[in-house]
């Protein structure tokens, strides 16, 4: 019990803080997950019959083993680990994955990324919310807070650090965040929830799964949740607090036992003081499986975005997507995966705020993108060759290539070694792509003719997208039955790095000028590191997991250029989390959190804890907090148009019934 | 181990300036951690078979047997189990303890369906079919209601067969055996079952 024996001595304390600081010379990442079933058995005769039908029986080292053996720094959170964790956001669920950097902007705005370039603007991050994507190329970024999915019933969140290209697409660049919710089959019933606390004071919702003749199941849900302010800096009230609202459907049909169909629909909402926005959405996808090596995939959706925000701007924005692909062997050695894919986007943007002025707010674009992937096993079972291109085309810098070239190699079973290549781009977004607004970033200057400007960044029809050549490498081992060590280790060269400040103009005007300042490919720079994680199962019903990055920025380019959105990463990060089944009827979680100083942030060291109950067979109660070990900390350095408060510490309760 | 012991270090470094309140967060936090860390051993067996013993005494909540299978409102309900197998030990831990609707749940292991007949319920394993020689017999008359997991259980007229679809464990429920065998089986149970009307 390192743990608490290395808690009591202060010395030992200090010694051991010193070799952290020295560093493990690699780094960071690991199979988040899976051995959390392990953890559960014990607990199978207090589950519904509804629950163990969503218990998966693949033992846990075979399901371990497809994720053991992906040449990708991955992780997935299980629905377990999501509800272990006491998140009751997506982004906090992510600060679970060893190597993630997620930050607190304010109470509804998250900085997420992974391996730097982190900030309430991070671009670099691809989501998806079944296999919709959530990243908007308005401003090329997630709006947080319309992510409600209720984390009940989301199946997993599957983690990629680093590129993602090659398959998911353009901005895969630092990495791939895919959420993905049950089928309708595997939420049947019903479940209440409803809790409340400081920070987040109120939450509820509610979901009943049932089914419509004998192969179609559907589930209908709604949730709730209510948000206090949270602190500025100075202690002052940043009069943040918000609430938001989800509502939808899921419907699932197995005409047969290799076709799936599944048609779901959703809308939520988020109201601040001075920001509001909605999203509503609906997907279908049909799938059929033609053999163990072959199946197809098509799907379709829309998605409506709107935002009303009182600092930036009144955005709606309209997207339709379309995709298929295709899996099929090719003799007994190849597996090919090839599909392609098409968006239209239709905005319109209003002005809300002089520090945003509005040019040209109508707008559409459009992307084609087509990919093929071949799987090679060089020597079965042992040498695997992964080689694979996305060509993509988009209105602003049109043709995009995007090949990824990977290598497995298995020493042993328990062992796997990968490294892998690839180029992946993110490609401007509506703000620096063409001259759809301005951002004022600063106080008016003094400039010719004694007057004065205000300066302003505005879009550049001219710009490359950014390009990410990536270089990875990663070793799985699992020594003994109860450990498992995941290490990835990264070398990333950026060039054309977007950013603004290099070359302006003086535009006079009365009563003010504006200093004109384009978005430019002005900066290019490296970052390495690299992430460690281990997982070690003491007993069944028992589960650590330790995790540690490291890295380091390098960014070049002229002085007069900002650094804004190439701000500097924490150096270090570490994460410790413990999942302990008490009894038969209790849990509890603890979760450590230390995280190095960014530019304006000092390191901040934390920790969450969750003890569940369950009362009856059908009545969970579970007691929560948060941030436990200060008042509050900040988590994001200021940035313009944005709110940036501290973290406060946080409880809550919450009961859950299923039945 | 030591990896650990290294890894853990940054969990009880102090940041620094703490505050008081912090401090006494940071206590409890540890406090609590230390009290919990005790491990819990349990026996290894597939997750298959923990959750079909799980199904198993799940499935008592959701059957009504005719009273004339029980020697009185209190007398248990026994689950038999057919042949030397991978979860008894498992499913009686699970069970120990329990009441549904007032009787306790007893665990029993059989060496022939002959054994059988005083039991409100009898799992039959893929392995030990064989055991059965192709028929549940009189079983089918008897209240018993009868658990498996092979297709050629469920045509024997088998009223539970366990299926795996991908990889989660699924239920068909022979409707006319259950009525055969006398059992009355509850809507919501049927709900999630893929219900079979081929008669025995």
């Given at each position: 019990m390192p743990l608490h024996r290395t808690a009591q001595s202060p010395a030992r304390r200090r010694l051991l803080r010193v070799r952290l600081h020295l560093g493990v010379a690699a780094a960071t990442a690991l199979l988040a997950s899976h051995l959390d079933a392990q953890t559960q058995t014990a607990s199978f005769a207090d589950l519904s019959i509804e629950e163990l039908m969503n218990e998966t029986v693949t033992s846990v080292s075979k399901k371990e083993q497809s994720l053991f053996d992906t040449p990708a720094a991955v992780a997935v959170l299980s629905n377990d680990d999501l509800r272990r964790s006491g998140a009751t956001t997506i982004p906090d669920a992510l600060r679970l994955v060893p190597g993630m950097d997620v930050g607190a902007v304010n109470s509804r705005e998250s900085a997420v990324s992974a391996r730097g370039f982190n900030g309430v603007f991070a671009n670099k991050l691809l989501v998806l919310v079944d296999g919709r994507a959530v990243y908007t190329s308005l401003f090329g970024g997630v709006y947080w807070d319309l992510e409600q999915t209720m984390l009940e019933d989301v199946d997993r969140i599957e983690v990629i650090r680093g590129p993602g290209a090659t398959v998911w697409g353009a901005n895969a660049v630092n990495g791939v965040i895919n959420v993905v919710t049950r089928s309708a089959r595997d939420t049947q019933g019903t479940l209440l929830y409803a809790g409340g606390g400081n920070v987040h004071q109120e939450m509820a919702g509610g979901r009943y799964g049932g089914r419509l003749g004998e192969n179609t199941y559907y589930r209908v849900f709604a949730g709730y949740q209510a948000n206090d302010d949270t602190p500025l800096a100075n202690g002052q009230s940043a009069n943040d607090h918000w609430f938001g609202r989800q509502g939808g459907f899921r419907l699932d049909h197995y005409p047969d036992p290799d076709t799936h169909l599944t048609w779901q629909a959703d809308a939520t909402d988020t109201r601040a003081t001075d920001s509001e926005g909605y999203n509503v959405n609906t997907l279908g996808r049909w799938t059929r499986r033609f053999s163990d090596r072959s199946g197809l995939e098509v799907q379709a959706y829309y998605d409506r975005l709107y935002r009303d925000e009182d600092n930036r701007s009144r955005p709606l924005s309209d997207t339709f997507d379309l995709s298929a692909h295709h899996t099929f062997g090719l003799g007994p050695r190849h597996d090919v995966i090839w599909g392609v894919g098409y968006r239209f986007i239709g905005n319109h943007i209003e002005q809300t705020t002089p520090l945003n002025p509005i040019q040209d707010g109508d707008f559409q674009r459009q992307l084609f993108n087509i990919f093929v992937q071949d799987e090679f096993k060089l020597v079965p079972d042992r040498l695997t060759l992964t080689a694979g291109l996305k060509v993509e085309h988009n209105d602003y810098t049109g043709f995009e290539f995007q090949p990824n070239l990977r290598l497995t190699f298995k020493p042993t079973k328990d062992q796997t070694l990968w490294a892998a290549i690839s180029r992946a781009v993110r490609t401007p977004d509506s703000v620096d792509g063409r001259n759809t607004l301005g951002v004022v970033v600063g106080a008016p200057v003094v400039g010719p003719g004694a007057g004065l400007y205000a300066p302003e960044v505005v879009g550049n029809s001219a710009l490359k997208s950014e390009v990410l050549w990536a270089y990875e490498m990663g070793y799985r081992i699992?020594?003994?039955?109860?450990v498992s060590i995941d290490l990835a280790v990264f070398y990333n060269d950026y060039s054309d790095l977007i950013t603004f400040g290099e070359t302006s103009t003086f535009v006079p005007g009365i009563p003010v000028g504006t200093l004109v300042i384009p978005w430019g490919n002005s900066l290019e720079g490296q970052t390495y590191g690299g992430e460690v994680a281990v997982t070690v199962s003491?007993?069944?019903s028992w589960r650590l997991i330790a995790g540690y990055s490291l890295m380091f920025q390098q960014i070049y380019g002229p002085a007069a250029a900002s650094r804004a959105l190439a701000a500097r990463p924490p150096a270090q990060q570490f994460t410790l989390r413990s999942a302990h089944d008490l009894t038969k009827r209790a849990n509890l979680e603890v979760q450590f959190r230390y995280v190095d100083p960014i530019d304006g942030v000092p390191a901040y060291f934390t920790a969450d804890i969750r003890l569940a109950y369950r009362l009856t067979d059908r009545l969970e109660l579970s007691l929560v907090g948060q941030n436990l070990l200060d008042d509050r900390h900040p988590e994001q350095a200021s940035a313009p148009i944005t709110v940036t408060s501290e973290v406060p510490r946080g409880y809550y309760a919450k009961l859950t019934c299923r039945f | 181990m030591s990896s650990i012991g290294q890894l853990s270090a940054p969990t009880s470094?102090?940041?620094?300036?703490?505050?008081r309140s912090s401090r006494t967060a940071r206590l409890l936090v540890l406090a609590l951690v230390s009290l919990f860390f005790l491990p819990v051993s349990r026996a290894d067996i597939s997750k298959e078979y923990q959750l079909k013993a799980a199904f198993l005494y799940n499935f008592t909540k959701f059957v009504e047997w005719p009273?004339?299978?029980?020697?009185?409102?209190?007398?248990p309900i026994t689950i038999s189990i057919l042949g030397d197998n991978p979860f008894a030990e498992e499913l009686e831990t699970a069970v120990r303890g329990r009441r549904v609707n007032g009787r306790p749940v007893v665990v029993k292991v059989i060496d022939s369906i002959a054994q059988a007949d005083d039991a409100q319920v009898l799992f039959v394993a893929a392995k030990n079919e064989a055991r059965l020689g192709g028929t549940l017999g009189a079983l089918q008359q008897t209240g018993v209601l009868t658990v498996g997991e092979s297709r050629q259980f469920a045509a024997m007229g088998g009223i539970i067969t366990f299926t795996l679809q991908t990889d989660k464990v699924r239920f068909q429920i022979n409707q006319p055996a259950s009525e055969q065998a006398g059992l009355r089986i509850n809507a919501q149970l049927l709900k999630l079952a893929t219900v079979v009307h081929s008669a025995p």
């Open positions: 699992m020594p003994v039955k109860r003491p007993t069944e | 470094g102090s940041p620094g300036h703490a505050s009273s004339r299978c029980f020697a009185n409102a209190t007398s």
